[in-house]
């Protein structure tokens, strides 16, 4: 039953989750273990999760913090078999940069950021009000309104020295 | 590029997302099912450790037996060595049959509910015999830090303070072994997969 209602939610969300391993792993295996550990995360934290927050608010946050915090202490991970790129795949961002030029200028942008700032602008991008980042990140909201503006002008000055790059 | 451009960029994103096929459930399951063969992964790389470890204690205490560096006189004397030197091989005994033990389970071909449950009481049966060891040796080793004592040379106050700070030694080490081994969270790791059994009869009601 437990199983029944967690798996509905993450198809139901299954884009958070996409979204957090895109900006955070690496290549497509890197994405997969991640994947894998966000929802191991999520299951582990499912049956204490009281609908105080917001489903979303709620993935975001766990997601995220093992992006952040977990994933990369790749020495303190346990050993484990990463699900196999045939059984599952991660829709890229960027995939098709032909097609989609905006799409992966985007994703070059991001990666510049640092990890904190990848977490915030995907969720400014996600229009999630202050209130809401601050609850996910865990910072004030003075704070997170500071953060955005700073990253707002970071990205801007990397799209232009892209742009200018590509000329 | 603006910024707005790069929403727009951003919510055609989404909406590809949100056209993809739904996850299927049994990938998920097997997710969950990763997380046993994590720990399992986790417990055999320890054990492997240990093993190492307690045999070298093993040879360094044969030589301390052999070459008799603290000048025994008394073979009463050498019980504690004797003890600890004796526990140390049961010790690297117990954890190479229990690894060996670990080995035997295979999560990939066996029901992984069977395996488990084999998995458990391994751990539980050999976890009471390592614990038993781990005593004895602490207890050897604390008297092994009063049989080394020469109180004729130093002193009985000098003798007394070497004997307490050696003590002190001790347990600092062993709680520090335990603490890097993760020893002393052993019962939490039985637990963890006594859920996750549930959590798989859970998956698998049948």
């Not at chain 2, 450790?49 to 204690?57: K, P, T």
């Amino acid at each position: 039953m437990m199983e029944h209602v967690f798996v509905e939610m993450i198809n139901r969300h299954r884009g958070i989750i996409y979204k957090v391993c895109n900006l955070y792993g690496l290549d497509q295996e890197d994405k997969n273990d991640l994947f894998q550990e966000v929802v191991l995360q999520l299951w582990k934290a499912f049956p204490s999760f009281r609908q105080e927050s917001k489903q979303s608010t709620w993935m975001y946050r766990i997601a995220l913090n093992t992006a952040i915090t977990n994933f990369r202490k790749a020495s303190r991970r346990p050993e484990s078999r990463g699900i196999s790129t045939d059984e599952f795949h991660i829709p890229d961002l960027g995939a098709y940069p032909e097609e989609d030029e905006q799409m992966s200028l985007l994703k070059r942008a991001i990666n510049c950021l640092t990890e904190i700032e990848k977490a915030i602008i995907l969720l400014y991008l996600e229009d999630k009000t202050y209130d809401e980042i601050s609850e996910i990140i865990g910072i004030s909201k003075s704070n997170a309104g500071v953060r955005i503006t700073r990253i707002k002008i970071k990205l801007e000055k990397i799209i232009k020295s892209d742009r200018y790059e590509l000329r | 590029m603006n910024l707005d451009e790069l929403k727009t960029a951003w919510r055609e994103y989404d909406s590809r997302l949100a056209a993809t096929e739904e996850i299927n459930q049994k990938v998920i399951a097997s997710m969950i099912r990763e997380r046993s063969v994590s720990r399992i992964a986790r417990i055999r790389k320890r054990y492997t450790g240990m093993i190492c470890l307690f045999s070298f204690y093993t040879v360094f205490l044969g030589f301390c037996f052999f070459g008799n560096p603290f000048d025994f006189a008394f073979a009463a004397q050498y019980l504690p060595l004797a003890a600890l030197m004796l526990s140390c091989i049961v010790m690297a005994f117990f954890l190479l049959r229990a690894r060996i033990a670990l080995n035997e389970v295979s999560l990939d071909k066996q029901n992984l509910n069977e395996a488990l449950v084999q998995i458990i009481s391994v751990y539980v049966k050999y976890g009471k015999f390592l614990k038993y060891t781990v005593m004895v040796m602490f207890f050897s080793s604390i008297l092994l830090s009063f049989s080394i004592a020469k109180i004729p040379e130093y002193g009985t106050w000098i003798t007394v303070f070497s004997a307490l700070l050696f003590c002190a030694v001790i347990v600092f080490s062993f709680y520090y072994a335990g603490k890097k081994t993760d020893w002393l969270n052993s019962g939490k790791e039985t637990e963890g997969f006594r859920a996750d059994l549930e959590e798989l009869k859970d998956l698998n009601p049948q």
